[in-house]
């Protein structure tokens, strides 16, 4: 999808800073950090939102929220913990139709959320 800035991103031809890459995903730091550590994992195939995986992304889905895991751990939040989420579409607050898992953390963070 030439359109998408996460496929771009995935591609190489926007530069960003990467923590992590391999055959299924991309790691990096969010350009607008909400909290001390605020990094995104996205899978390199063009999946647009978390309502459009299917049976069939079990694994990748598995692989993506495994590595935010130990990415987590890599930033420093092992000991206080952090927030994974996964915005989707308008009520999710989804602004990047490109599936992605925050990673926030170095801060508390309320809940419930506004
Ligand atoms: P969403 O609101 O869709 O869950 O989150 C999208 C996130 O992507 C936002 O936190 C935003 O700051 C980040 N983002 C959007 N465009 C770029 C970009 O070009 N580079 C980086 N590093 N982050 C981006
Ligand atoms: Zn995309």
Redesign the pocket.
């Known amino acids: 999808m030439d359109s998408c800035?996460?496929c771009n991103?995935a591609e190489g031809t926007?530069p960003?800073?990467k923590i992590y890459e391999d055959a299924d995903m991309v790691a990096?730091?969010?350009?607008?950090?909400?909290a001390p550590v605020?990094s995104?994992v996205i899978p390199r195939r063009h999946i647009a939102t978390i309502m459009e995986t299917n049976e069939e992304d079990v694994e990748l889905l598995g692989k993506l929220l495994f590595k935010a895991q130990q990415l987590a751990v890599e930033l420093g939040c092992e000991e206080k913990g952090a927030r994974f989420?996964?915005?989707c579409k308008e009520y999710?607050?989804?602004?990047?139709?490109h599936l992605?898992i925050?990673i926030l953390g170095g801060r508390p963070f309320d809940w419930p959320p506004g």
Do not use: K
Request: aromatic fraction near 12%.
């Open positions: 800035i996460f991103i926007v960003v800073r990096f730091y969010d350009a607008q950090p909400q605020h995104l989420v996964i915005n999710g607050g989804q602004t990047v139709d992605h925050h």
